[in-house]
């Protein structure tokens, strides 16, 4: 099992900046892709962004490319979603998700294909 908490949410004007964390525990955290979606007030969740064991592999949502940045610190065992020129559309709730990959450069961008996921935290950006 491995366990996944998000931290670093809260309410911010447009145009600011957070940066979510994600932190595992219960496993070799190395073995596994990370991914990032969101849920807005009525919609179904969706990919955001998604990195690889070792980071050098990374996929986003077309809406957040050039504005969010996933990474991981491996000997943290966390993962970090960095998130600049906030937008009103950008409030959601945010979760993180793991998956067993092994030192590969696979990850993915299937919310099917995770097997863990963290209870979220409430990302609210004002206009």
Known sequence: QVQLVESGGGLVQAG??????CAASGRTFSNYAMGWFRQAPGKEREFVAAINWSGDNTYYANSVKGRFTISRDNAKNTAYLQMNSLRPEDTAVYYCAAVYTGPVTYTTIYESQY??????????VSS
């Open 16 to 21: 600011d900046s957070l940066r979510l964390s």
């Open 115 to 124: 097997n863990y996921w963290g209870r979220g935290t409430q990302v609210t």
